[in-house]
């Protein structure tokens, strides 16, 4: 497989869900011999940005990555709130950290309100705490990655060390599965994103989701 291929639309790509039905294929061929979620993310948001594009005749979306929450991420990270940092993306630069407490704003709010869900805003400067990283973005979605505790090696680590965060920085969620970050995907058009691209989103994340190791 020629990975850049993997981000091409075919002419039979007429509706949104043949375009999710090819990007899932796509992202499960492309991310099957690979098991390291900072490839995994950075090839996902590359396919996403391109395929969304490509299909897309009137709007633009201008930004597709992930913000993952920082015990994931090496290094020691001196925080007093759970924090998303920003993770593998393709567009313009973006706001490196943004704090996972609801109500301060659209990834924030999807990676701290339970139990977790994909958060879909129409027009982002109506939303209570939105963080405008680019003003031209004017709606946009967001999907939680749940990832079973059992699998999350780092959130284990960060919980025995605390760091002084309390229980809910070993990661939100029940017994089975927990908020490890989100899916970010923007769009320069208000009402960018209807349910057809929820559970399209939804899916693809279920697939990144299951490739990874964390």
Not at 72 to 92: C, I, Q, S, W, Y
Not at 131 to 156: G, K, N
């Amino acid at each position: 497989m020629v990975h850049a291929d993997a981000a091409i639309l075919p002419d039979y790509i007429k509706t949104k869900a043949d375009l999710y039905e090819h990007v899932c294929l796509q992202l499960t061929g492309l991310l099957a011999d690979q098991r390291s979620w900072v490839s995994n993310l950075s090839n996902a948001s590359s396919i996403l940005y391109h395929s969304l594009n490509a299909f897309s005749k009137e709007d633009h979306y201008n930004w597709a990555g992930f913000y993952l929450l920082s015990p994931l991420l090496p290094g020691r990270v001196e925080v007093k709130t759970p924090t998303l940092l920003l993770g593998p993306f393709h567009g313009l630069p973006a706001c490196q950290s943004i704090a996972s407490v609801p109500g301060k704003g659209v990834c924030a709010d999807a990676s701290a309100l339970l139990p977790p869900r994909t958060v879909k805003v129409d027009r982002t400067d109506d939303y209570p705490g939105h963080i405008a990283c680019d003003s031209a973005s004017q709606s946009e979605c967001v999907v939680p990655l749940v990832v079973p505790r059992s699998r999350v090696v780092s959130f284990a680590e960060a919980s025995s060390s605390s760091q002084g965060l309390g229980t809910e920085w070993a990661g939100r969620g029940d017994d089975e599965g927990i908020i490890v970050g989100v899916l970010d995907i923007d769009c320069e058009a208000e009402e960018g994103f209807d349910q057809e691209d929820v559970k399209g989103l939804e899916r693809v994340v279920k697939i990144i989701v299951d490739a990874c190791d964390w």
